[in-house]
């Protein structure tokens, strides 16, 4: 995975209703933005989705570890194969 942007959102507090995971309503959730390629090694081709941006919703867990899911996709990826010679 190649990340290409990184754009932290203005942080919000936990909404149990659209928000999974381990919190609760004390939580802060941070919103990034990213756009990313993905890509895929394979013996005879590599897979390249490329150009893919969503917004991940990240928060502290109660282990004090960063927990991050995906929030919302705001742009599909362009994927290709590129042939191995």
């Known amino acids: 995975m190649d990340i290409s942007e990184l754009q932290i959102g203005k942080p919000r507090k936990w909404n149990p209703r659209d928000d999974m995971g381990s919190g ?3 939580t802060w959730v941070y919103p990034i933005r990213v756009k990313w390629t993905w890509k895929t090694f394979y013996r005879t081709a590599t897979n390249v989705e490329a150009n893919r941006e ?21 742009k599909e ?5 590129v042939e191995r010679r």
């Open 54 to 74: 969503d917004v991940f919703n990240c928060y502290v867990d109660a282990l004090e570890r960063w927990t991050c899911g995906l929030g919302e996709r705001v």
């Open 24 to 26: 609760n309503v004390d």
């Open 77 to 81: 990826s362009v994927e290709s194969r």
